[in-house]
């Protein structure tokens, strides 16, 4: 059994979380900004790559008036233990759980900063395995997980076909294909092998349109 997963993205029209330098902050506006945090209060943790939290120092909590009691544990992706242990997550791990999901034994200094480190099966690509990082996550009664990102994260819940809901902020402008896309390699060479959602809403959001979809 495994949490229930949303996928949470934050792009332009053509489908892009940063230009190609990096830069991401921001692409959406206030308003679409507001409804993430409002996301992470409803789910029991958010999930990050270690490639976001390194490029973005997050705290990845929420801030959005009045939610500040409803905190998610928050989750990141560490194949390798490359989180700083200066980090924003690290240092307010006392105030929130922060879970460090990797392959190797837990660094000192990170466990010494509080961070809870869960070593995970390798996978097949040498790094966590998914499958098994959601039973973990599962099996400590985290029930919901909003996934934030980035690309290459993303992409690896939608090869497991490991999403059941996505959040998409779309906002209205266009990065072009050297922009990082939002969305990783998905293996596909056939269009019957493709991802397939149904759309239960689209509605705008300041500036953005807001589009919300579920499995099929």
Known sequence: MRPRVTLKLATSLDGRIATASGESQWITGEAARAEGHRLRATHDAVLVGIGTALADDPLLTVREPGLEDRQPVRVVMDSRQRLDPDSKLARSAGESPVIVLTIQLPAPALVRAGVEVIQIHTGRDGRVSLRHALTTLRDRGLISLLVEGGGEVAGSF???DAVDRIEWFRAPILLGAEGRPGIGSLAIDELGQARRFR???????GDDLWERYERL
Not at 199 to 205: F, N, T, W
């Open 158 to 160: 939608l090869r497991a």
């Open 199 to 205: 759309r239960l809403a689209a509605e705008p959001c």
